[in-house]
């Protein structure tokens, strides 16, 4: 890993602060998301098919996009139910392969009822994967969940073949007050209304309201950019995805 002055003084980097009206405080996050997702996996699949699936298609092809092709190994880190897992499955082929890696045995459960690729339980700040294997790490909507963008980058840096990438899909919040609006008003309203009249659940609902305070709160694009470049990424940029929703992070570990 490249050790920079800058990397030295960031220090840890959370990706949001504390939530205190879900928990009271940040040593309580972790089991607070593990429970959530684990209560709420099953109708998770629901939420992405409100949306007509659309979410599995701009995961595959931005995967596609940013350079995942046939015959390479790739680790999908929150693999969740399998959104990007499935999509990257497609793009490898027969002569790839993707593996799985979630904290959620809810989460995980799910997952493999669409597929019996590799699945581990783990988390992105201590993943259970020997260096210099991968040729991408990719992560979908989870960046939020993560207790430390800095340990989290650092284990995709490690895992990832010199030359290997990382592509990582995150909601994003217009700045502007007319954008920011506008995007409050689909997360935080329409979206969780509309899973509790799916699902009839209160807990997919409330996952959607934390998803909202979390991609709300969380530190801006060009801090998540330079804590890559911190761990040793290469070319670490964002580009915008879908405008209002979806930001992708790209950056590729030195040849
Ligand atoms: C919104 S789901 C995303 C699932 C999938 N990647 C997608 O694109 O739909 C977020 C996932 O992050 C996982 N997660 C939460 N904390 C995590 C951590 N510290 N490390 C890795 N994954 C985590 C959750 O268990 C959950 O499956």
Not at 239 to 254: D, M, S, T
Request: proline share 7%; aromatic share 10%; with cysteine.
């Amino acid at each position: 890993m490249v050790s920079t002055e800058a990397n030295e003084q960031r220090g840890s980097v959370p990706p949001h602060t504390p939530l205190t009206e879900y928990y009271k405080a940040d040593a309580e996050r972790e089991g607070y998301v593990m429970d959530l997702f684990d209560r709420t996996a099953k109708y998770y699949d629901t939420v992405e098919a409100l949306f007509l699936n659309g979410g599995l298609l701009y995961r595959r092809l931005s995967m596609k996009f940013a350079g995942v092709r046939p015959g390479m190994k790739v680790l999908d880190v929150a693999t969740g139910t399998g959104a990007v897992y499935r999509g990257a499955a497609r793009l490898v082929g027969p002569t790839g392969r993707v593996f799985g890696v979630d904290p959620s045995a809810g989460m995980l459960a799910e997952s493999r009822k669409s597929h019996d690729g590799p699945l581990t339980r783990g988390f992105a700040q201590a993943l259970p994967f020997k260096s210099n294997q991968f040729d991408f790490v990719t992560m979908g909507i989870a960046l939020r969940h993560v207790p430390d963008l800095k340990a989290a980058f650092s284990e995709y840096y490690r895992v990832l073949k010199p030359g290997g990438q990382i592509w990582i899909l995150e909601s994003h919040v217009p700045k502007s007050p007319i954008g920011h609006a506008l995007t409050k008003l689909v997360w935080a309203k329409l979206i969780p209304g509309m899973t509790l009249w799916s699902t009839g659940s209160r807990d997919a609902k409330l996952l959607m309201d934390y998803y909202w305070d979390t991609i709300d709160q969380c530190v801006e694009p060009p801090e998540i950019v330079a804590v890559l470049k911190d761990v040793g990424l290469q070319d670490a940029r964002s580009n915008l995805i879908v405008p209002g929703a979806f930001l992708e992070y790209r950056g590729r570990k030195p040849a």
